[in-house]
């Protein structure tokens, strides 16, 4: 499962529920909790999704894990699975893991939703189209509305989520995927088919271009929706001292620890640090500007 908003949290939820053994949660985001104390605790979204689904079902096997998908994560990500999962927010990641699916010869059940409507399409080539077939060009950035522009319904959501669900389960049990695009309008509830069929000159599962898969890229940034929070992953990092950041950051504001994180208030932004290096930085206008107070409190 790649994301656990709006759509990953319902599908990965009917998965576990119908008894899927392993779910591998996948999220670059944090959610900020409140404990009795009234303290603000941040934690990794993929944990907080894990610790909630194993009260659903303790007989599964549950691994978060708190990465950012890109071309360097990517393959591990996939790696020892049987089908993903699409529960991201941005078309770049979904080319990038259609790319991924079809080198790691996995299916991928793509969804998506924006306003009040949504669709989901279950991938396996060269069976069906895969998602560059009936996307074949990315649209500039800022064609489309964005779920900070335009917002989800979440009865639409809901639908897509549960179809990605079923979808799943079908490929899962071995029947062959059907070909068909639903698209759903969660206002006036209503389902629509459209069969797609693969294009005779597809990029990406005909002429073979890992066009996403193969950026290569120093630093990955990508702004996280509906906050004004930018996730910054340096790529080719090991694991940072946690504890030399946390003093050096401890001199300038005030840091905590929590569930495996460093959060740091310093200057009016907020940094919240992965041992692996990434780190999400809120309170910045651009990427520009949550480069530069990456270099400065954290280093590169
Ligand atoms: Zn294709």
Known sequence: MIGLGALGSISSDLLARAGVGHLRLVDRDVVELTNLQRQSLDRPKADAAAERLRSVNSQIEIEPLS?????????DLLRDTDIVVDGTDNLETRFLLNEAAIEANVPFVYG?????????????????????????????PGSLPTCETAGILNAASAMVGAIQAGEALRLLLGETPSGVLFVVDGWHPDIQRIH????SDCPTCVQGEREYLGAKRTQVLASLCGSD????????????????????LAALGSTRRSGGVLVADVEGRRLTIFPD????????????????????????
Do not use: Q
Request: proline share 6%; with cysteine; glycine share 10%.
């Open 277 to 300: 290096g990434r780190a999400l930085i809120r309170g910045v206008k651009d990427e520009a500007e949550a480069r530069g107070v990456y270099a400065k409190y954290v280093g590169i």
């Open 112 to 140: 998506g939703a924006i306003a009040t409507y949504g669709m989901a399409f279950a991938i396996r080539t060269p069976v069906t189209a895969c998602f560059r077939c009936f996307n074949p060009n990315a649209p500039p």
């Open 67 to 75: 990465k950012d998908v890109h071309s360097a994560t990517v393959r």
């Open 229 to 248: 929070t930018i996730s910054l992953d340096p790529v080719h990092h090991g694991s940072i001292d946690m504890e030399a950041v946390a003093d050096r």
């Open 196 to 199: 797609i069929g693969r294009r």
